[in-house]
Structures are given as C-alpha cells and as structure tokens.
C-alpha cells in the first residue's frame, strides 16, 4: 500500500506571494492532518480534515486554510507569506476512526522557503 | 504553554545497550500516545503507541511504559543499533473531539555508536 505523498517537496517563495501544498493520504484514509514544523516551535499541529469538513484547528492566523476533496486529498494554502513560514509542512493520515485513538502516518513533508 | 515534554535534547548510547527516552505530560486528558522516529528533512515515522487504559506495551525491541499518576511515559529500545540513530518525538492525543490534533514534544536526538 502507498504511503502518504506530498507535492512539491522543495518550494521557494517571497514574501507576500501565496502558496498550496498538496497531500494525498493513504488509501482509505478519510482523515488528514497538518502541521508545521520549526526549529523555534517543533511540531505544531494547523488542523485536520475528515469528510471534507474542518474538524480540528489549532492556533494558525486565518492566512493559512486548507480543504479536503471528495476523494480524501488534502490541499493547505497559505497566502501572504511571511518569513516565519519558512518551515517544514507535514500532513499525516488516519482512519478517521470516532473517539481518536489511532496512529497518524506522516509524509514526507514540503520543505518551504519565504524570502 | 508547553504540554508536553522531553527534557533531554539528546542521548548517547553505545550499540547493544539499552536506550532510555522520556517524556511528561501535563495535560490530564491526554489519553492515547505515540512515539515517532524522524529524520532531518523527512516526515516522522511511527514506532509505537500505548493507551492510557495500559501501563505497557512492546513491539520488538520498543517498549513503552506509561505511568499515569506520574504523567510521564518512556521508551525502552533493547538492545540499540547505530540505524535507531534520529530524532525522538513523543506526542499525546486527547481523545473525544480532538480530532486529529496530535500535541508534540520537542524531540530528543539519539545517537548510538558502534
């Protein structure tokens, strides 16, 4: 079974552009989640996507959204860059199970530089 | 507010020995954890999980203990293996409606040498 991908890997941009960053989960996974991670603040969770519904969101300005598709690809977009933004975005698939306790499986991330 | 935590940045072990990491926990609904493996410039990669309805759980030479009263959990590698060398995160599910949000620690970096 494929794991989870994600497009691009590597992607440079400068301040004030917008960006998307693509995910697509394991096969038959409903659920996806991503995060953000940086040297200063580790791994920080910006929201998950079930049924193509925000379930979850964490502590992001509104600059950074996502969606999710009928068929459980996920899209995040952030607009207006900053330099802070320059980070390592995960996004991690699950079953999507009631109640939550089931392991994530992540991807390899998209490495985004802000210049 | 950090709500979990690892408060050793790094560790070194010799090969064939026993690896020790930590973590702690302040949040009381924290009730589902996970360790991860992860190295630089990839995505993490799931080692192992416990419930907090267990005190233990093993998968190979990974075992994770958890110690409720204490909110604090750790992970035994037995016996270590230079390849085990990467980043450690635990991290911490609240279940009911945390949908997804899985709360980090800031990882420990494990060295083991031949």
């Known amino acids: 079974k494929a794991g989870v991908t994600q497009t691009p890997r590597y992607l440079i941009k400068t301040r004030g552009q917008q960006v998307t960053l693509s995910c697509s989960p394991i096969?038959?996974?409903?659920?996806v989640s991503w995060y953000q991670q940086t040297p200063g603040q580790g791994l920080q969770f910006l929201f998950e996507?079930?049924?193509?519904?925000?379930?979850n969101k964490g502590n992001f300005p509104g600059r950074f959204s996502g969606r999710q598709f009928s068929n459980s690809r996920s899209e995040m977009n952030v607009s207006t860059l900053e330099l802070g933004d320059s980070a390592l975005y995960l996004c991690?698939?699950?079953?999507?199970?009631?109640?939550?306790?089931?392991?994530?499986?992540f991807g390899p991330g998209t490495r985004l530089l802000v210049l | 507010d950090q709500q979990v935590k690892q408060n050793s940045p790094s560790l070194s072990v010799q090969e064939g020995r026993i690896s020790i990491l930590n973590c702690d926990y302040t949040?009381?609904?924290?009730?589902?954890f996970l360790w991860y493996k992860k190295y630089p410039a990839e995505g993490p990669t799931f080692l192992i999980s416990?419930?907090?309805?267990?005190d233990k759980n093993e998968d190979g030479r990974f075992t994770v203990f958890l110690n409720k009263s204490a909110k604090h959990l750790s992970l035994h590698i037995v016996p270590s293996q230079p390849g085990d060398s990467a980043v450690y995160f635990c991290?911490?599910?609240?279940?009911?409606?945390?949908?997804?949000?899985?709360?980090f620690g800031q990882g420990t970096i494990l060295t083991v040498h031949p």
């Open positions: 991690a698939s699950s079953l999507g199970l009631a109640g939550g306790h089931e392991t994530q499986y």
């Open positions: 096969s038959g996974h409903r659920s």
């Open positions: 996507y079930f049924s193509e519904t925000q379930r």
């Open positions: 949040n009381s609904m924290f009730d589902y």
């Open positions: 416990i419930s907090s309805i267990k």
């Open positions: 991290a911490a599910l609240a279940g009911g409606t945390s949908y997804g949000k899985l709360t």
